[in-house]
């Protein structure tokens, strides 16, 4: 089966400053690639997402860019705010069989 | 649109009782999702069901789990003889019903099962 590995765990971050996390999957019929946040408590909402013919998408200060020879995407967030504070979710879903894998989650930490 | 609706948000069980989980899907998905979260953890798929079949069941224990999404009414998630290893937050997610495949996922707010 699918297998998403994400990174870092946690990140810290001045407020300004641009954050960075990456996930990699196993199963290269994998072909739609979410990113939810998270905040303490709530439900995991979908911030952007990427599917395979595509190798970037920007929607104001997030991004998202997909490799998919490498079999890696990232979610690039510029100019942070103490409000991006939350974990962040990646997953791989084959949207043929419905099934999404998700990473194991990043704590994303804006300092003001 | 009223968005995915679960209830209860919150359920309290003791051990050895029965837990159930309902989910309402967004107005025309008839794609849902069950997920687990444990404390400070990601989320696991458990079940990927359409209406009156399970699609895809690989995430969910073998025993006391079991789910449903009826041709009426809300999915429910049924958890048997509940033990303390069963509290989580469990998320339904819906899509809508793309031609030949699935689509974006919108959760739920989740129920967070606390087993004493």
């Known amino acids: 089966g699918e297998n998403v590995e994400q990174h870092p765990s946690t990140l810290s971050v001045q407020e300004g400053d641009s954050a960075v996390i990456k996930c990699t999957y196993s199963d290269s019929a994998s072909n739609y690639f979410p990113w939810y946040k998270q905040e303490l408590g709530k439900r995991p909402q979908l911030i952007i997402d990427?599917?395979?013919?595509?190798g970037e998408k920007k929607d104001q200060r997030i991004a998202v860019t997909l490799n998919k020879t490498a079999k890696h995407f990232s979610l690039h967030i510029t100019e942070t705010q103490p409000e991006d504070s939350a974990v962040y979710f990646c997953a791989a879903s084959d949207l043929l069989a419905g099934k999404s894998t998700f990473g194991d989650g990043t704590t994303l930490t804006v300092k003001p | 649109n009223a968005g995915v609706m679960q209830n209860p948000r919150h359920l309290v069980r003791r051990r050895g009782q029965e837990a159930r989980l309902r989910c309402s899907p967004m107005k025309g998905h008839s794609h849902v999702y069950w997920y687990r979260q444990l404390p400070e953890e990601g989320l696991k798929f458990m079940v990927y069901?359409?209406?009156?079949?399970?699609?895809?069941e690989s995430g969910m224990p073998k025993e006391r789990f079991s789910a449903e999404f009826p041709k009426e009414g809300p999915s429910i998630l049924r958890i048997q003889q509940v033990v303390r290893g069963d509290s989580a937050a469990y998320f339904c997610a819906s899509s809508p019903p793309t031609s030949g495949h699935t689509d974006t996922q919108y959760f739920g707010p989740g129920t967070r099962l606390t087993v004493l």
């Open positions: 069901l359409q209406k009156e079949n399970i699609i895809d």
């Open positions: 990427i599917r395979s013919n595509v």
